[in-house]
């Protein structure tokens, strides 16, 4: 099963798509996620992807975390913790 992570990030002002990236490197997301111009409000959508794993009853599903977030501590809070491994 593929067990690397993905990342997605979307920002979104007046319900439009401005920028976006999609990437296995966090080291470019985090780099990305501070180029963020936060004072004209943008929504942020948020996507971490865990691979594909095998569910309960045999499925082979792909799992996720994911949101949407106007506030930069939030964010970062909320991607620290998708980002967390146990």
Do not use: C, Q
């Not at 111009?37 to 996507?47: D, G, V």
């Amino acid at each position: 099963m593929n067990k690397s992570k993905n990342y997605t990030l979307k920002v979104i002002k007046k319900h439009e798509k401005v920028e976006g990236i999609r990437t296995h490197s966090i080291r470019l997301f985090i780099k990305h996620l501070r180029t963020i111009n936060w004072e004209n409000n943008p929504l942020i959508y948020l996507r971490v992807s865990y691979g594909k794993h095998m569910a309960h009853g045999g499925n082979i599903v792909t799992f996720y975390n994911d949101g949407f977030f106007s506030d930069k501590k939030e964010l970062e809070e909320t991607f620290k913790a998708f980002n967390d491994e146990e």
